[in-house]
DNA sequence: TATGGATCCATA
DNA sequence: TATGGATCCATA
């Protein structure tokens, strides 16, 4: 899997100047390129059915390759406030707070939910930033319809920085290698591990 | 139907000072109070199955009646720059910009998209204002599951007000006058005339 | 019961 | 093709 775009919905300038924060970014990029498919290929490829492959499979890969770089997914985390606000996996910071990262596999109205729930977590300080992962356009042809994609939301992004909620705010588009007719659809239900 | 709650997200004090904004609350309640089942019974009333009853019919006899009293649903519109926003039903104002309505039908993420639609109308000025209309906790218990509700939005209120953006939004919680097991359940596709 | 999601539909 | 919706599912 490869990414398209960092897009800066926010960003005051203060916690983005950390240390963790460089370490975050390079976390989240190491997990979404060690998505395969299929394993062993080296790459993230589809088999070119339009609206043909499932969702959850591929965000069960990243999320549980984010366990492995130290992250906790919504089950894992302990902190009482972090775990109310199921983010999909969040990291502790020096300072005892959080950082968060939604990847979206719901419908595209759930991605305005996705950012609301990040700016609420920075706005009531629990969160440092927040980071939400969607697919390119062109990607989001071979996914269930009506997923979450980059271009879909992109009218919102000007709204969505018009606020002054301190931190970091990343939009990261992402996108499948290419198409190869040969692979299978990836099916809902199938199993994350498979796609790591 | 009855309005139970009118809750301020932002508030200028500028356009909610008009006889236009007079005019605008008053025609929005009068359509919500207008909306019957069964018709004829002075009243709305549900017959109590949970999750039993489909939401389309009674948006539609509400976005007719704000027609009836000269607004325009969102095929009605002419206006380019409105048309294009998808808005549920608006009216012009005396100076030349204009006022929106959501009536919430579908799920609670698409409520986070509605606001967000009705905030990037007032931020690029096309909008004075907007409301989105939404049935309470107790009327979602007998509607299609995960339909947006008053409740399940409220925690997300505080960070919908943290923005300067000008003019004036609200969100209304709505609820049925009753329940009455003698009444069918509202089906999906009903002609939403018959609830006027 | 509460909340995030996953999927497919309708219409311009 | 693009966008808002309508519905039902999964899990804590």
Avoid: C
């Avoid at 700016?119 to 996914?143: C, F, T, V």
């Amino acid at each position: 899997m490869k990414i398209l775009n960092k897009k800066v919905i926010l960003d005051d300038g203060i916690f983005s100047s950390t240390t963790d924060y460089q370490k975050i970014l390079d976390d989240i990029e190491q997990a979404v390129y060690a998505i395969e498919y299929p394993v062993g290929s080296g790459g993230f490829y589809l088999n070119g059915e339009r609206k043909g492959n499932g969702v959850k499979p591929i965000k069960d890969a990243f999320i549980e390759k984010l366990n492995e770089l130290g992250w906790d997914d919504e089950r894992k985390v302990l902190n009482p406030s972090i775990r109310k606000r199921k983010i999909d996996s969040t990291i502790e910071l020096s300072d005892g707070r959080f950082f968060g990262v939604e990847w979206e596999t719901g419908n595209i109205s759930s991605s305005h939910r996705a950012i609301n729930r990040l700016q609420k977590g920075m706005l009531e300080q629990d969160l440092a930033g927040g980071i939400l992962i969607l697919p390119s356009r062109e990607m989001y042809n071979y996914l269930t319809d009506r997923v979450g994609n980059f271009k879909e939301l992109e009218p919102y992004f000007e709204l969505m920085s018009h606020t002054n909620i301190n931190g970091v705010l990343l939009i990261i588009e992402i996108e499948h290698d290419g198409i190869d007719p040969s692979v299978p659809s990836i099916k809902k239900g199938t199993d994350g591990r498979a796609l790591i």
